[in-house]
């Protein structure tokens, strides 16, 4: 893709956030030539760029903040915008968080699919990595090397609950073999977010729930109770009887929040990167890296 692309017409997405548990309008506009990515409150005046310096919380989710105007959760339509090629759309929400859906971004990507992609006469604004490097951040470690596409390649490693590597060669590939992946927690998480209200959204059908903890017989039934579910008191067990769609569902999805958070980089990038234990943090510190270090072309 040489040419800069936006949607064909508009497109309107509605439904829960993980977080605050209200539904959420969100709607998509096409854009014109090196307008970018914005996003709008309602029908304020004031937009929202993306750009890190607006990024204000990088807990579990990607969330973004200018003034009185805060968005969370904006990785996964990030992520299928951005694999997608678009370049310049305007993103109008009535609520304050994405939707989370399943907790991948498939409905994004089927949908913008389904719409239409318009090709428009400029040309892409590209990042290429000009040498091999390796960066690490906190817990996380990246090596990103010269490409001639962007090439991404996930490692996790959770307490030996979860050790998988994910793939993704061919950006053309992301709505077969990542835009499904759903995002996965541990069940320890799950019981202190909850009781903290800040999952209100939440329930069986958003996640993938690890067991890594052994439940005493009070959580087990705050947990019947809360999700109506019936959680195995087995280490190590997808407590809620969710089918992986792939043996490494979890590295996938994590590439799938990596490729949202390059978003960020308002770029087509060029490049390989093999992330090592990735966050949103430290996601977000990369992007920086690559804008001072490498040069634009």
């Known amino acids: 893709m040489k040419h800069q692309r936006t949607i064909k017409k508009e497109i309107s997405f509605s439904g829960i956030g993980i ?3 209200y539904e959420n309008i969100v709607k998509l506009f096409p854009k014109g030539d090196d307008y970018g990515i914005k996003f709008q409150k309602e029908e304020s005046k004031e ?3 993306l750009h890190t310096k607006y990024v204000n919380n990088t807990n579990r989710s990607t969330s973004i903040k200018k003034n009185n105007f805060e968005i969370s959760t904006v990785e996964h339509i990030l992520s299928s915008i951005y694999a997608l ?18 907790g991948s971004s498939k409905i994004f990507t089927e949908k913008i699919l389904k719409n239409g992609i318009k090709k428009l006469k400029s040309l892409k604004n590209k990042l290429k990595i000009k040498r091999i490097e390796v960066v690490k951040f906190e817990k996380s470690t990246y090596y990103i090397m010269p490409d001639s596409e962007l090439k991404i390649e996930v490692i996790l490693n959770y307490n030996n609950i979860i050790s998988e590597t994910s793939y993704l060669r061919e950006i053309s590939k992301y709505k077969d073999e990542i835009s499904s992946a759903r995002t996965f927690c541990m069940l320890s998480d799950i019981i202190k977010m909850d009781k903290a209200n800040l999952i209100k959204g939440g329930n069986i059908d958003n996640a993938i729930v690890f067991n890594d903890i052994k439940l005493s017989e009070k959580d087990l039934n705050y947990l019947k109770k809360r999700f109506s579910i019936n959680p195995k008191i087995d280490n190590f067990k997808i407590v ?3 089918k992986l769609r792939f043996k490494n569902e979890p590295a996938r999805h994590k590439l799938l929040d990596l490729i949202g958070d390059l978003s960020f980089l308002n770029k087509t990038l060029k490049g390989r990167i093999i992330a090592v234990k990735p966050s949103h943090k430290t996601n977000i510190k990369l992007v920086n890296h690559l804008l001072e270090k490498h040069e634009n072309s």
């Open 19 to 21: 977080h605050n548990g």
């Open 47 to 49: 937009l929202l760029e």
């Open 85 to 102: 090629g678009i370049d310049n759309v305007l993103i109008q929400i009535f609520g304050d968080e994405i939707p989370i859906y399943d």
């Open 240 to 242: 809620n009887n969710k």
